[in-house]
């Protein structure tokens, strides 16, 4: 499975950008869907996930209310709309897949998610 992220660049705070990846190859049948994020020095953590029907998504607290997780399974592809951006927000934005299933805390893990895109580079500006 391949998955190719694009969309990042450099924005000033308040901005929006949107994420987009796609999923090529033989992915499973249904297959969750992430973003992580990863700072400088810092790990790489969760932004947000969503199920395969897409009724499930769970966010993080820091970007609750200003961030939206989308998909459309036609194209296998994830979407992350990102409006109100922080220079907090700034990090390099990686897109993952994982099996579907029923929701578990697990979902919002790294190492829980077998494929990865290449990273996309999300600049906010003061």
């Known amino acids: 499975v391949q998955l190719q992220a694009f969309g990042g660049g450099l924005v000033q705070a308040g901005g929006s950008l949107r994420l987009s990846c796609a999923a090529s190859g033989s992915t499973e049948k249904r297959f969750r869907m992430g973003w992580f994020r990863q700072a400088p020095g810092k790990e790489r953590g969760f932004v947000a996930i969503i199920s395969w029907s897409g009724v499930v998504t769970y966010y993080a607290d820091s970007v609750k209310g200003r961030f939206t997780i989308s998909r459309d399974n036609t194209k296998n592809a994830v979407y992350l709309q990102m409006n109100s951006l922080k220079p907090e927000d700034t990090a390099v934005y990686y897109c993952?897949?994982?099996?579907?299933?029923?929701?578990?805390?697990?979902?919002?893990?790294?190492?829980?998610?077998?494929?990865w895109g290449q990273g996309t580079q999300v600049t906010v500006s003061s």
């Open positions: 993952a897949v994982g099996p579907d299933g029923t929701y578990s805390s697990r979902w919002l893990v790294s190492y829980e998610y077998d494929y």
